[in-house]
T-cell receptor, first 112, second 117 residues
């Protein structure tokens, strides 16, 4: 089955700096890669996703890149703000499947 | 309406109690999920309903019993739970059911924080 690894487990950045979280996956059949943000006491919120037919996707301060050959994908947050502080999970899935294989999570702290 | 709602927000129960968790979505999604999340861990899949039929049961103990009365509602019936079952229980939904040629874009509810005494 699919195995998703996520690094780092914790990340602290100064407000205004950039944050990068990296994930690798093992199954070449995976073609959908969502990122979730989970704030304390809340459910995971889908913030951005990327499909294997594109290499990069941007939404305001958030971008995701995908390298299919190397089987890794990354989340980039620019101009970080204190409200970006949360746990971020990457995940992988394949077309038609219902399973989302999650990474172990990254706790991001943005220091004002 | 792009929301998945869950009730109750918090639940405390004894090991002999019977309780139910409820989940609702009005996005017309045809797949619904139950996940269990322990502290500092990712969500773990428990059950998947596709077109109101149970399609995945990840070897969950029988003290957890899912039910899908219609395409908008999902219940999780709890009976004779153990203290180690204390966790955040998350419901999610996605547009299409299993076996379709679509991506698995899942939307999560806020969860029910369950404590078993």
């Amino acid at each position: 089955g699919e195995n998703v690894e996520q690094h780092p487990s914790t990340l602290s950045v100064q407000e205004g700096d950039s944050a990068v979280i990296k994930c690798t996956y093992s199954d070449s059949a995976s073609n959908y890669f969502p990122w979730y943000k989970q704030e304390l006491g809340k459910g995971p919120q889908l913030i951005i996703d990327i499909r294997s037919n594109v290499g990069e996707k941007k939404d305001q301060r958030i971008a995701v890149t995908l390298n299919k050959t190397a089987k890794h994908f990354s989340l980039h947050i620019t101009e970080t703000q204190p409200e970006d502080s949360a746990v971020y999970f990457c995940a992988a899935s394949s077309t038609g499947a219902n399973n989302l294989f999650f990474g172990t999570g990254t706790r991001l702290t943005v220091i004002p | 309406d792009t929301e998945v709602t869950q009730t109750p927000k918090h639940l405390v129960m004894g090991m002999t109690n019977k309780k139910s968790l409820k989940c609702e979505q009005h996005m017309g999604h045809r797949a619904m999920y139950w996940y269990k999340q322990k502290a500092k861990k990712p969500p773990e899949l428990m059950f998947v309903y596709s077109y109101e039929k149970l399609s995945i049961n990840e070897s969950v103990p029988s003290r957890f019993s899912p039910e899908c009365p219609n395409s908008s509602l999902l219940n999780l019936h709890l009976h004779a739970l153990q203290p180690e079952d204390s966790a955040l229980y998350l419901c999610a939904s996605s547009q299409r059911g299993t076996g379709t040629t679509t991506y698995n874009e899942q939307f999560f509810g806020p969860g029910t924080r369950l404590t078993v005494l």
